[in-house]
C-alpha cells in the first residue's frame, strides 16, 4: 500500500500506510502538529483522528485559520448538544450549524429551554471542558442511528438523507451525525458564551413545527470573545425593534398581521417629517408628485414582466367575480406609466418626472420578516422620469445630485456606487435582448465615467429589465445595504407601447429612468434609528422640547405658555405634569432622547426665560424664552449639521 498525499504548495507527502490527520501535520512540521485542529481533505473538513488512506489534496487547518474557527464552534455546539441531552433526557435535536457569525443548536421539548437556563448549562459545558472529555470520531450504520433517535423525530427525519454508513461522533453515551470536523476533546473549548434563544420553525418552513433555537458562540482567545460581546451588546443597543419599542415608535403584532407595522405617534412623527422634506425636495426639483392605487389589474404586470420574473414575491390576485383579476401592487413602475399614458406627450415636455410615496406589498415568507427592515406593506420613495435619448446623462446627473444632497441633510456618509448588471447567462431572471442589455449598461458606465466617480461592478445584480446603479451604505450594524438607485430601462417603455411626438411631427420612443432616493420608509427609518442610537437630529425628533416645571402649582400654568410659543412656531414641544420628582422626570427626557430639556423655576417665569440642557449633556444654560427659539429655529434649519 503506497500514495501519497499533495499539500497546497503542491509538494507531495509519501506513506505505505495510513496515517491520520495529526500524524500528518506532525510529519510536515513538530509545531504543525501541535497547532493542528483538522484538515480540508479534497475539498472536506476532516478532525484530526481521521484516516488518510489514498491520494488526496490536504491542507492543514490551524486555530489560526477562520475554518479552525469553525470546527472549535462545531465542537462546542456538539457539547451543548450533549449536555442539554444529559440536563434534560426528553429532549429531541434539530438542526446544528456553526458559522462567522457563532453557532446554533434546535431543541424541543414540552416546556421549551428559557434564556434563564443558559447559565445552568454553561456550568455543565464547563465542568465537561474542564474534565477534558474524549469525542470520539466513528461510522455507524443508519439503521444504528435510526434505534438510538427512534423517539426523536427530528433525527430520524434528517437520517433519511443519509447513506446507509453514516459520520458520527461520540461523547461518551451521547452520539450526533451532521458535522464535518470536531475537536477530539472537550477540553481544547476555551472561551465560550451562550448568547441567547428563539423560535426557529423546522427546516425553514412556517407550515412545520416551531423549535428553541439555541445560540453562542466560541473563539480560541479570551481578548476575541470579550471583543464579540462587546460587539454584540452595541448591535443590540442599536437594534431598530429594540428602541422602537423604547421609544414607543412603532410595534408589529403577528396576531393582527405579520410583517404589518404600526406607527405609533412618535414614529409617524418621524415619517411625516422624512416625507414632507421628501416631496418638498423632489417638487423643488422638477417633479409632478401624484398617487395612484395599491390595486391594478393583473394584466398590466404580465405585460411589464413583473408577473413573468418577480410572481413569487406578489400576493396572490383577487378574482372579482367578473373576469377581472386585482392585484396588490409590488412595484410602482406600471402605474406611473398609466400617468404617462393618460396624455399624448411632446418631445417640448421632455423630462417628464413622476414621483410618489407609493404603498407595495410584498409576499414575504414569515421567517424573513424583522422589524421594519423585512415588511409585507411598505412605501418606497419612487419616482420615474421619462427622456429622450440624448437626455439621459444630464437627467441621471441630476438624480445623483439630488441623492447627495439628501445624503447631506441626513449626514449619510458612509457609501459607495455599484453598476448593477445582468448576468447574461441567467436567461430565467432577466429580459432576453442583448442589444438593449448592451447599450444602457454601456450608457450607465459612461454616465458615471463622464462625472468621475469610482464605482464597483457587480454581474448579476441589475434589476430584471435594466442595469442600475445602487448606492449601497453601511449600516450601523456593519452590513452593507442598497440605500438608493438609479435604473435605466429601455424594456418597459417598448413593452408598454410609450411614445411621444418628436420635433420632426413623428412619434419616438421614450427611455425610462427608475430612482429611488431613500429607499421604503420602513427601512430607511430602521436605518436612521439604528444610525442615530434612537437619539434623532433636532428636526427629526418626535419630540424637539420637554418642558418640565419645578413645582406644578406655582409654574405649570408658565411651562404651558412656553410650549403654546413652542408649538405656535412649528416645534414639536410637551409639558411633563406628572407628579413625579423632577430628577425623575429629568432623566426620562434623557431616556427618550428628546434633543432640548426646559427646567422652568421661579427664575426662569420671573425672567421670560428658559433652563436648558441638551441631549447627552449635563450642562444646564439659562437664557431667555427668545434665544432658546432662535437656537432651536437655527438647529431645525440646519437639518441639526453643525457646520451649517
Not at 500506510?17 to 513538530?30: F, G, Y
Not at 434534560?88 to 416546556?111: I, N, Q, W
Not at 433517535?149 to 461522533?169: G, P, Q, T
Request: net charge negative.
Amino acid at each position: 500500500m503506497s500514495f501519497s498525499v499533495t499539500l497546497p504548495d503542491g509538494s507531495k507527502k509519501e506513506f505505505d500506510q495510513a496515517v491520520s490527520v495529526k500524524d500528518l501535520a506532525s510529519s510536515i512540521a513538530t509545531s504543525l502538529g501541535k497547532a493542528a485542529v483538522g484538515a480540508r481533505i479534497d475539498g472536506h473538513l476532516r478532525p484530526l483522528d481521521y484516516m488518510i488512506d489514498g491520494d488526496v489534496e490536504a491542507a492543514i487547518v490551524t486555530d489560526k485559520d477562520e475554518e479552525g474557527l469553525d470546527i472549535l464552534r462545531a465542537t462546542t455546539a456538539f457539547l451543548l448538544e450533549a449536555i442539554a441531552k444529559r440536563e434534560y433526557p426528553e429532549l429531541r435535536l434539530g438542526m446544528h450549524e456553526a458559522d462567522e457569525g457563532g453557532f446554533f443548536v434546535d431543541t424541543d421539548k414540552s416546556d421549551q429551554i428559557k434564556i434563564t437556563e443558559l447559565p445552568k448549562l454553561e456550568k455543565a459545558m464547563e465542568k465537561a471542558i474542564k474534565n477534558g472529555e474524549k469525542i470520539e470520531f466513528a461510522t455507524m450504520s443508519k439503521s444504528e442511528l435510526q434505534e438510538i433517535f427512534k423517539d426523536d423525530k427530528f433525527k430520524l427525519e434528517l437520517l433519511e438523507k443519509e447513506d446507509n454508513e453514516v459520520e458520527v461522533y461520540k461523547l461518551g453515551d451521547f452520539v450526533d451525525f451532521g458535522f464535518d470536523a470536531l475537536l477530539p476533546n472537550t477540553g481544547k473549548i476555551k472561551n465560550f458564551k451562550l448568547l441567547s434563544v428563539a423560535g426557529a420553525y423546522w427546516l425553514g418552513k412556517s407550515s412545520n413545527p416551531m423549535l428553541q433555537r439555541i445560540f453562542g458562540t466560541a473563539f480560541f482567545k479570551k481578548s476575541a470573545l470579550e471583543e464579540d460581546l462587546k460587539r454584540r451588546e452595541e448591535i443590540k443597543e442599536r437594534d431598530h425593534r429594540t428602541i422602537g419599542r423604547d421609544l414607543d415608535l412603532f410595534f408589529v403584532d403577528p396576531k393582527v398581521g405579520a410583517g404589518l407595522p404600526y406607527w405609533m405617534p412618535k414614529g409617524a412623527t418621524i415619517r411625516r417629517t422624512i416625507e414632507r422634506y421628501i416631496v418638498d425636495k423632489e417638487v423643488a426639483d422638477g417633479y409632478q408628485h401624484v398617487y395612484t392605487p395599491v390595486l391594478m389589474n393583473v394584466d398590466a404586470y404580465k405585460t411589464s414582466g413583473h408577473w413573468a420574473h418577480y410572481r413569487d414575491d406578489m400576493f396572490p390576485p383577487m378574482d372579482m367575480g367578473d373576469g377581472e383579476m386585482l392585484e396588490l401592487r409590488p412595484m410602482n413602475c406600471p402605474s406611473h406609466i398609466q400617468i404617462y399614458k393618460h396624455h399624448i406627450r411632446s418631445y417640448r415636455e421632455l423630462p417628464i418626472r413622476i414621483a410618489e410615496l407609493g404603498m407595495m406589498h410584498r409576499y414575504e415568507k414569515s421567517g424573513a420578516l424583522s422589524g421594519l427592515q423585512r415588511v409585507r406593506e411598505m412605501t418606497l420613495n419612487d419616482g420615474h422620469t421619462f427622456v429622450a435619448l440624448d437626455q439621459i446623462q444630464e437627467e441621471f446627473a441630476k438624480v445623483l445630485k439630488l441623492i447627495m444632497d439628501v445624503y447631506e441633510d441626513f449626514d449619510i456618509t458612509d457609501y459607495y456606487f455599484r453598476l448593477s448588471y445582468r448576468d447574461p447567462k441567467n436567461t430565467d431572471k432577466y429580459f432576453a435582448n442583448d442589444e438593449m442589455w448592451e447599450t444602457a449598461q454601456k450608457m450607465l458606465k459612461g454616465a458615471m465615467d463622464d462625472l468621475g466617480l469610482d464605482y464597483v461592478e457587480a454581474e448579476g445584480e441589475a434589476a430584471f429589465y435594466g442595469p442600475k446603479l445602487d448606492i449601497q451604505t453601511k449600516t450601523a450594524l456593519g452590513n452593507d445595504e442598497t440605500m438608493s438607485t438609479i435604473q435605466l430601462d429601455f424594456m418597459l417603455p417598448e413593452k408598454f407601447d410609450l411614445k411621444y411626438v418628436g420635433k420632426d411631427g413623428e412619434e419616438h420612443r421614450p427611455v425610462m429612468i427608475h430612482r429611488g432616493i431613500v429607499g421604503t420608509m420602513e427601512r430607511f427609518i430602521a436605518y436612521l434609528t439604528e444610525i442615530y442610537k434612537g437619539a434623532f437630529p433636532t428636526w427629526l425628533a418626535p419630540v424637539q422640547a420637554e418642558i418640565i416645571p419645578v413645582n406644578e402649582d406655582a409654574h405649570g400654568e408658565y411651562a404651558e405658555k412656553v410650549k403654546e410659543e413652542l408649538t405656535k412656531r412649528g416645534f414639536r414641544a410637551e409639558v411633563d405634569h406628572r407628579n413625579e420628582k423632577m430628577g425623575y422626570k429629568i432623566r426620562e427626557s434623557q431616556t427618550q432622547k428628546v434633543p432640548y430639556t426646559l427646567v422652568l423655576g421661579d427664575d426662569e417665569m420671573n425672567a421670560n426665560s428658559v433652563n436648558v440642557r441638551r441631549y447627552g449633556t449635563e450642562e444646564q444654560i439659562s437664557k431667555s424664552l427668545d434665544d432658546f427659539i432662535n437656537e432651536i429655529d437655527a438647529d431645525v434649519k440646519s437639518y441639526s449639521r453643525k457646520n451649517k
